[in-house]
C-alpha cells in the first residue's frame, strides 16, 4: 500500500495528559504534514515538515520526522478536550499527490 | 480567511443518477483536489487539476469524471452512481505550483460532502 500508517488507530487520555501519534511510510519525501478532522467535517492542516528538518513546533505541537528510520510524530501537549478529532499525516508522492495515512482517532476526556 | 465551498453537505441520491459535487475556492489557488473518504481506507484521490480545464487521474478516477471551466471551480461528476460510491467526497486547493515546487503547499479542505447512494 503507498498509504502511510498512523499508529495507533485510536488513542484515548485524559484531559492535560500528552497525546503522541506515530506516521510511517515507505518511500522517499520531500515533506510531510499533518492534518486534523473533526468528526464529519474537513481537514485542516496543523503543520509541515520538511525533509532537511528533524523538528518543529507550533504551539502546543511539536512534530519530529526521522527519516532514516521514514517515520515521523506528532504530540500534542497538555491536550485538551477540544483536541477530540482524527489526525492524518500526509506525504508528497511524485510531482503533485498527496498520500495520507488512515488517521488516528484521539479522544480526550474532561 | 481562506474559504473552499463544497455546495451540498448531505446528498441522497438513486443508483444511476446523474451527481454532481461542486467544489469553489476563493484564493486563487492553482491546483484543486477530489479525494474520497472511507472509514479504513483514509482519503483516497480521485481526481487533480492543475490549471483551468486541464486534469489527471487519482488513483481511484473509475466512475467519475471532472470538470474545470474557470479556475475556482472544480465539479466531480458520477455519471451514473452506484452504491459503492456511498462515501464522503473531500475538495482541496492548494497554492503552490507543483511544476516548481512540488508537493511543498498546505491543502485546504472543503467540509465535505456526504453522499449515500441507494
Known amino acids: 500500500s503507498q498509504q502511510g500508517e498512523e499508529d495507533p488507530q485510536a488513542l484515548s487520555i485524559q484531559e492535560g495528559e500528552n497525546a503522541t501519534m506515530n506516521c510511517s511510510y515507505k518511500?522517499?519525501?520531500?515533506?510531510l504534514q499533518w492534518y486534523r478532522q473533526n468528526s464529519g467535517r474537513g481537514l485542516v492542516h496543523l503543520i509541515l515538515?520538511?525533509?532537511?528538518?528533524r523538528e518543529k513546533h507550533s504551539g502546543r505541537l511539536r512534530v519530529t520526522l526521522d527519516t532514516s528510520k521514514k517515520s515521523s510524530s506528532l504530540l500534542i501537549t497538555a491536550s485538551r478536550a477540544a483536541d477530540t478529532a482524527s489526525y492524518f499525516c500526509?506525504?508528497?508522492?511524485?510531482?503533485?499527490?498527496?498520500?495520507f495515512g488512515t488517521g488516528t482517532r484521539l479522544k480526550v476526556l474532561a | 480567511d481562506v474559504k473552499v465551498t463544497q455546495s451540498s453537505r448531505y446528498l441522497v441520491k438513486r443508483t444511476g443518477e446523474k451527481v454532481f459535487l461542486e467544489c469553489v475556492q476563493d484564493?486563487?489557488?492553482?491546483?484543486m483536489f477530489w479525494y474520497r473518504q472511507d472509514p479504513g481506507l483514509g482519503l483516497r484521490l480521485i481526481y487533480f487539476?492543475?490549471?483551468?480545464?486541464?486534469?489527471e487521474k487519482g488513483d481511484i478516477p473509475e466512475g467519475y469524471s471532472v470538470s474545470r471551466e474557470k479556475k475556482e471551480r472544480f465539479s466531480l461528476i458520477l455519471e451514473s452512481a452506484s452504491t459503492n460510491q456511498t462515501s464522503m467526497y473531500l475538495c482541496?486547493?492548494?497554492?503552490?505550483?507543483?511544476?516548481?515546487?512540488?508537493?511543498?503547499?498546505?491543502?485546504?479542505f472543503g467540509e465535505g460532502s456526504r453522499l449515500t447512494v441507494l
Open positions: 484564493m486563487d489557488h492553482e491546483n
Open positions: 482541496a486547493s492548494s497554492l503552490v505550483s507543483f511544476r516548481s515546487q512540488p508537493n511543498t503547499g498546505e491543502l485546504f
Open positions: 518511500t522517499s519525501i520531500n515533506n
Open positions: 487539476s492543475y490549471d483551468v480545464k486541464m486534469k
Open positions: 500526509a506525504r508528497g508522492s511524485g510531482t503533485y499527490k498527496y498520500i
Open positions: 515538515i520538511r525533509s532537511n528538518e
